[in-house]
Nanobody, 121 residues
Framework: QVHLVESGGGLVQAGGSLRLSCVASGSTSSSNRMGWYRQAPGKQRELVAAITSDGSTNSADSVKGRFTISRDNAKNTVYLQMNALKPEDTGVYYC???????????????WGQGTQVTVSS
């Protein structure tokens, strides 16, 4: 069994900051690409930011300069530091990880349960 456990969401005023964390636990030997997606009410899920195992990152234009993604490979953990938050950043944030599983070939994609981020104006 593999689990992605997210934490760090909450309610914050516009201009504030939050830090999301996502830990991959269970029968995982290593992690490849890890990322954060978000889904606002009535909208499709969208990529916020992603990071590869060697540290290469990409992010949505809407969050560039405000959000920073990072990871700790030893802990199979990915972080999202969110600064200068705006009401339009409100949504459920989901962690996604491409993991290598002990005893299995290939890489498998997993999703966390989501954490709510609400930014008030």
């Amino acid at each position: 069994q593999v689990h992605l456990v997210e934490s760090g969401g909450g309610l914050v005023q516009a201009g504030g900051s939050l830090r999301l964390s996502c830990v991959a636990s269970g029968s995982t030997s290593s992690s490849n690409r890890m990322g954060w997606y978000r889904q606002a009410p009535g909208k499709q899920r969208e990529l916020v930011a992603a990071i590869t195992s060697d540290g290469s990152t990409n992010s949505a234009d809407s969050v560039k300069g405000r959000f920073t993604i990072s990871r700790d490979n030893a802990k199979n953990t990915v972080y999202l530091q969110m600064n200068a938050l705006k009401p339009e950043d409100t949504g459920v944030y989901y962690c996604n990880a491409h993991l290598n599983i002990v005893g299995l070939p290939g890489t498998y994609s997993y999703w966390g349960q989501g954490t709510q981020v609400t930014v008030s104006s």
